[in-house]
């Protein structure tokens, strides 16, 4: 399984959302020093959740690292988050 659809599953059955994007943006770290040149290392997730509500955005952040820690650790090398809760501005 890629790592983008891996990161897609653990979200999706973890937060249940009603909006999941995950975007892979590996392609604009290409050639950097710090690009481990996998295709596969950099992310940009979107989600919203009511699993969010009433946290703070370093709690929603907490609970989606902890999720893909495993991710982190390996192959992951940047993910950029945004999360909301339903009603919140996307």
């Known amino acids: 399984m ?3 659809a891996t990161i897609r599953e ?13 975007i892979n943006e590996s392609h604009l770290h290409a050639g950097h020093r710090t690009s481990p040149g996998t295709g ?12 969010f509500a009433g946290k703070s955005r370093l709690q929603r952040h907490r609970l989606v690292n902890d999720t893909l820690a495993a991710e982190l650790a390996g ?5 950029a988050l945004e999360l909301n809760a339903p009603g919140e501005k996307v």
């Open 2 to 4: 890629s790592v983008e």
């Open 10 to 22: 653990k979200l999706q059955r973890t937060f249940q959302p009603t909006r999941l994007d995950v």
């Open 40 to 51: 596969e290392s950099h992310f940009r997730v979107s989600m919203v959740s009511a699993m």
């Open 75 to 79: 192959k992951v090398h940047a993910l």
